[in-house]
């Protein structure tokens, strides 16, 4: 880990203000072609009611259109099955955000009254709690510091679950997971793929406990790549990055019955 500690100080303390979930591009990417089947329209509203929450991921921090990132490409794909007439996102994303502070924001009156009336619930979260753990040790980084606060991070992400769920217990919950911001930076460096790789499976594990649930791996999309799919800030997604995080969500979310499992009541 003291191999990690060298290489990522200068970067990390010229990122300070930036958040995990963003990193690097020019990946063996997946593009938006494939066999999309379109559920039954009788167990699909006619109209999606969509929260998103989180960090600068949902806040769309390297979005050229300052539209939301991901969201406006979700919302054309979601507009485009047969079932589907408007999906309608509300979006509280804002950068930075950790789980703890994300925690608070969901007591704010607007995000409740959001929450409650909707069909799904759409989170990015947890790539800000990486990045503090790095900057916090980064003279004795050891991968036993990031094992002691990930039992942390589960118990905060549960109580964001939990939370949610007193809202409203039928909306479906979608957690994406997160990629590491450094691999076109130290690809050699298998300690953090570790750490992501580790912090996604516990994610899932805790979201896992609960029904009408889907986690959307995205890791793979920023392996192995240039900067091609990153803002000027070589650290957040650039408009093509988003794409590709949008695509792979709906991929996931068309795939079988899953929009349905996730907003039938």
């Known amino acids: 880990m003291k191999?990690?500690?060298f290489f990522l100080?200068?970067?990390?303390?010229?990122?300070?203000?930036?958040?995990?979930?963003?990193?690097?591009?020019?990946?063996?990417?997946?593009?938006?072609?494939?066999?999309?089947?379109?559920?039954?329209?009788?167990?699909?509203?006619?109209?999606?009611?969509?929260?998103s929450i989180g960090d600068s991921l949902t806040q769309g921090v390297g979005d050229s259109t300052k539209s939301g990132g991901y969201v406006?490409?979700?919302?054309?794909?979601l507009e485009s099955l047969e079932g589907i007439n408007h999906a309608q996102f509300h979006n509280y994303g804002v950068r930075g955000n950790r789980t703890d502070q994300l925690l608070k924001r969901l007591k704010d009156e607007n995000?409740?009254?959001?929450?409650?009336?909707?069909?799904?619930?759409?989170?990015?979260?947890?790539?800000?709690?990486?990045?503090?753990?790095f900057r916090e040790n980064l003279s004795h980084l050891r991968l036993e510091v990031f094992q002691e606060e990930k039992g942390l991070y589960q118990s905060r992400l549960d109580q964001i679950f939990q939370t949610i769920r007193?809202?409203?217990?039928?909306?479906?919950?979608?957690?994406?997971?997160?990629?590491?911001?450094?691999?076109?930076?130290?690809?050699?460096?298998?300690?953090?793929?570790?750490?992501?790789?580790?912090?996604?499976?516990?994610?899932?594990?805790?979201?896992?406990?609960?029904?009408k649930t889907l986690f959307v791996r995205i890791d793979d999309l920023f392996i192995d790549t240039g900067d091609t799919l990153l803002f000027e800030d070589y650290f957040h997604p650039n408009d093509e990055?988003?794409?590709?995080?949008?695509?792979?969500?709906?991929?996931?979310?068309?795939?079988g019955e899953t929009i349905a499992r996730l907003t039938n009541e």
């Open 72 to 77: 406006p490409f979700l919302k054309d794909h």
């Open 166 to 211: 007193s809202y409203n217990k039928d909306a479906g919950i979608v957690l994406v997971g997160l990629y590491n911001p450094f691999n076109s930076w130290f690809s050699d460096i298998d300690e953090v793929n570790q750490i992501i790789t580790n912090w996604n499976s516990a994610s899932e594990e805790v979201l896992s406990r609960y029904d």
């Open 3 to 5: 191999r990690i500690a």
């Open 241 to 255: 990055g988003y794409k590709l995080i949008s695509d792979r969500m709906f991929k996931s979310l068309s795939q």
């Open 111 to 133: 995000v409740k009254q959001s929450i409650e009336k909707a069909d799904m619930v759409m989170i990015t979260i947890g790539g800000n709690d990486v990045m503090k753990i």
């Open 9 to 51: 100080l200068a970067f990390v303390l010229l990122l300070s203000g930036c958040s995990l979930e963003e990193a690097a591009n020019h990946v063996t990417r997946e593009v938006s072609l494939w066999e999309k089947e379109k559920p039954n329209e009788d167990f699909i509203p006619k109209n999606l009611k969509i929260v």
